[in-house]
């Protein structure tokens, strides 16, 4: 952070209520974000709130509205959500509650999964029947286009340095048109777009805690399915995730909220929607390393891309896509298992 921020940081911090019982000296990082925004934690002399956080949001390239205006919708709905207790819109700065620092992905294994994952799916049914997404952007064709398209441009040119021939650009966009088509007929439903192990705190009340809701949109029912149980930095053998789908499935349906009344097609729109948001991650992914530095991510792509594979070697619609990987890294499958 450029010292000219964190005197901005600091003299905001001073010219908040005394009633805070701030101890500015004990400002630190707690943790950074995939965009340009970063956290802080301080701690305070007061029982109630003894840590608080603050987010850094510059505004030239981030705008904290969003965050502001889901993290009420999302209250007001029953979720355990940071509550807001000072704005300073001018310069980018939130004095936020604060959720802890264990998250899902530190405290989940073997023996915590089951229950740490009911809970995450008590929440996800929650969060789709009561938090208001009237008024939140549409997850329309445009943006799931945008998103895809960030697969060829920065996963397969950029990271890989593959060009695609023609004719594989024209099998790659009839396999979004077909994702598209899927996804954009599903029931429509508040969706968090990344509600993983690394935005679910555990908490002692209400668990989970959620984190990093900002670009919530109206969209499909199975999009936050697909975070938590096909998570880019956790992985679980396929029976297992089934397992917690079905489950949530069931709940989803006492809750009455549309998902299919059988389940086999129910999990057919989870895998396809599954597909789109992991050709996207790969694009996101690299994008990060490429373009903005960030390293950190490139030890999570091979397994967001077996993800991908494995969904795409399921459906013959996706064959191509199949022949496009195998190409791209110059893999020659044995005879009797070409795509």
């Known amino acids: 952070m450029p010292n000219t921020r964190l005197q901005q940081l600091n003299q905001w911090l001073e010219s908040l209520p005394e009633a805070l019982k701030l101890n500015i000296s004990s400002l630190e990082p707690a943790s950074n974000d995939a965009s340009f925004r970063r956290y802080f934690r301080i701690l305070t002399n007061r029982e109630e709130f003894p840590s608080l956080i603050i987010m850094d949001a510059p505004v030239d390239k981030e705008d904290t509205g969003p965050?502001?205006?889901?993290?009420?919708?999302?209250?007001?709905?029953?979720?355990?959500?940071?509550?807001?207790?000072?704005?300073?819109?001018?310069?980018?700065?939130?004095?936020?509650?604060?959720?802890?620092?264990?998250t899902y992905l530190s405290a989940l294994?073997?023996?915590?999964?089951?229950?740490?994952?009911?809970?995450?799916?008590?929440?996800?049914?929650?969060?789709?029947?009561?938090?208001?997404?009237?008024?939140?952007?549409?997850?329309?064709?445009?943006l799931l286009?945008?998103?895809?398209?960030?697969?060829?441009?920065?996963?397969?040119?950029?990271?890989?340095n593959y060009t695609l021939s023609p004719t594989e650009s024209q099998a790659l966009s009839k396999i979004f048109k077909e994702l598209n088509q899927n996804i954009l007929s599903q029931p429509q439903v508040f969706v968090h777009r990344d509600f993983h192990s690394r935005n679910l705190m555990v908490t002692s009340e209400n668990n989970p805690g959620i984190l990093d809701f900002q670009d919530a949109v109206k969209g499909p029912i199975t999009y936050d399915l697909v975070s938590l149980y096909r998570d880019a930095y956790i992985v679980w053998d396929e029976e297992q995730q089934v397992d917690w789908v079905i489950r949530y499935w069931e709940q989803a349906r006492k809750?009455?909220?549309?998902?299919?009344?059988?389940?086999?097609?129910?999990?057919?729109?989870?895998?396809?929607?599954?597909?789109?948001r992991h050709l996207k991650v790969l694009g996101i992914f690299a994008r990060l390393y490429h373009r903005d530095g960030k390293d950190g991510y490139l030890k999570d792509l091979p397994l967001v891309l077996e993800y991908t594979e494995k969904v795409a070697q399921r459906y013959i619609a996706f064959k191509p896509l199949i022949r496009i990987l195998d190409a791209s890294k110059k893999f020659v499958r044995p005879d009797g298992f070409t795509f």
């Open 255 to 276: 809750e009455n909220l549309p998902v299919h009344a059988d389940f086999g097609d129910f999990y057919r729109d989870f895998e396809w929607m599954g597909l789109q």
């Open 145 to 160: 286009q945008k998103e895809m398209d960030l697969f060829p441009e920065w996963y397969l040119g950029k990271h890989l």
């Open 67 to 102: 965050f502001i205006h889901v993290a009420q919708l999302l209250s007001v709905a029953g979720l355990n959500v940071p509550q807001v207790l000072h704005i300073n819109q001018t310069d980018g700065f939130l004095l936020l509650s604060d959720l802890g620092n264990t």
């Open 109 to 142: 294994n073997q023996n915590t999964a089951n229950h740490l994952y009911k809970e995450a799916n008590q929440a996800l049914v929650l969060m789709q029947s009561k938090a208001d997404a009237s008024n939140l952007p549409l997850y329309d064709e445009a």
